[in-house]
């Protein structure tokens, strides 16, 4: 794969520098079938440094693990070598099956079949509280 240039696929770009193979591995990459290119530290004029990956292919992109990884980010859709689309995330509303609530007595402990969902109630502190019992996610 040409690195530079990809016929159709998904460029994630504005990740934080150094937080590249984080995203990578939180979205399963290494299972598609296709290339996947990360650059770490290339040059930003926004930035100073940051993480680029490129997929090769168009996939559906979990946007609230990403979001809730790192908000920052832009994700352009390539369709015949040209930008069709170009998109911020957000950090979402609620994150699922992401992070454990660490409240011995909440109720997620007891019952394993319930999911953990966690609820954001900060959007600038970027406060995330178990739906549940509203103990604060651990960082
Ligand atoms: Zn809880």
Redesign the pocket.
Known sequence: MNIDSIKNGIVIDHIKAKKGMEIYKALNLGELDCSVAIITNAKSQKMGRKDIIKIDKNIDLDLDILGYLDSNITINIIKDNERKEKYHVELPKEIVNIAK???PR????SENELQ?IFVLTDKDKKTYR??????LKEE
């Open positions: 609530c660490k409240n909440c109720i997620t402990s953990q178990c739906k549940y019992c509203e103990t």
